[in-house]
């Protein structure tokens, strides 16, 4: 059974700092790995899309990467804002119709 | 992109109503949607699979006569959450499938029971 985690649970950084969060899951076998934004009380926003047969995507600040060997995901955020601050969820596709959610880690940017 | 709509966005109704939310595709079919739960500093579970003209698959634990789900059209689910109690409040999310497999989540409906 797939299980996705995610470290740290929440972080938080001051203004301007690269900030690096992690997602991991038990099972290689994935279609696809989606990392998303939640603001506080609403839905969610994709943020990046990685699927199985690729090893990073970039958008902006935003890079992830995937490791499907080692079960593990990581979301970089370069030169960190205070409107960054929300919770970040991965996703991983483990079916055609299956997706399973991490816990998310939230974050908070300190002005 | 394809985007995904619910409605309504956030509902408090009294102890013992239903309520139904709705979810639609509104530029692709969708023969496939899912319908997830989100339960304050959780993270997101899928309650159930709803597929166009056939009766929605379950996750376990999950309780199919309270949670009604139709799939009558292929832009259209809607969830009815039946004789509802405090402990069902929550944030409800659907998402859509598109022909290419793709999917697409909905913005979300919050529910609070009174």
């Known amino acids: 059974k797939q299980e996705v985690t995610q470290i740290p649970a929440a972080l938080s950084v001051p203004e301007g700092e690269n900030l690096v969060l992690n997602c991991s899951f038990t099972?290689?076998?994935?279609?696809?790995l989606q990392w998303f934004r939640q603001d506080p009380g609403k839905g969610l926003t994709s943020l990046l899309l990685i699927q199985s047969s690729q090893r990073e995507q970039t958008s902006g600040r935003l890079n992830a990467s995937l490791d499907k060997s080692s079960g593990r995901s990581t979301l970089y955020i370069a030169a960190s804002q205070p409107g960054d601050s929300a919770t970040y969820l991965c996703?991983?596709?483990?079916?055609?119709?299956?997706?399973?959610f991490g816990p998310g880690t939230s974050l908070s940017v300190i002005p | 992109g394809a985007v995904v709509s619910q409605h309504p966005s956030w509902v408090i109704c009294k102890s013992g109503t239903s309520v139904k939310i709705e979810c639609r595709s509104l530029d692709f079919q969708a023969t496939t949607m899912f319908w997830y739960r989100q339960f304050p500093k959780q993270s997101l579970m899928l309650m159930a699979t709803s597929n166009e003209g056939s009766k929605a698959t379950y996750e376990q634990g999950v309780e199919k006569d309270k949670f009604l789900i139709n799939h009558a059209s292929l832009t259209l689910s809607t969830l009815t959450v039946t004789s509802a109690h405090p402990e069902d409040s929550s944030f409800y999310i659907c998402?859509?499938?598109?022909?290419?497999?793709?999917?697409?989540f909905g913005p979300g409906t919050r529910l609070t029971v009174t």
């Open positions: 998402s859509a499938m598109d022909r290419a497999g793709e999917q697409y």
């Open positions: 099972d290689s076998a994935i279609y696809n």
């Open positions: 996703a991983v596709r483990t079916s055609y119709d299956k997706v399973i």
